[in-house]
């Protein structure tokens, strides 16, 4: 999925994870879409989890993450 999708999945609580992730590596975020929730438990702000997550192979190749 798009970026923009996996955005909106991640508010819903879904566990996404990318292609440039390792296995076990997985985000969402709470329903307002104001914290990112990383698979260790770290939160941050979205411009923060984005700003380096900025090349061109980001925008694509979104999944959910299943395990």
């Known amino acids: 999925m798009t970026k923009e999708e996996a955005i909106e999945q991640m508010k819903l609580g879904k566990r996404l994870t990318h292609k440039h992730f390792t296995d076990n590596e997985w985000v969402k975020s709470n329903q307002d879409?104001?914290?990112i929730i990383l698979e260790d438990g770290a939160e941050c702000?979205?411009?923060e989890f984005w700003r380096w997550r900025t090349n061109e192979s980001w925008n694509n190749d979104w999944e959910f993450f299943n395990k």
């Open 45 to 47: 702000p979205p411009h």
């Open 33 to 35: 879409g104001t914290i």
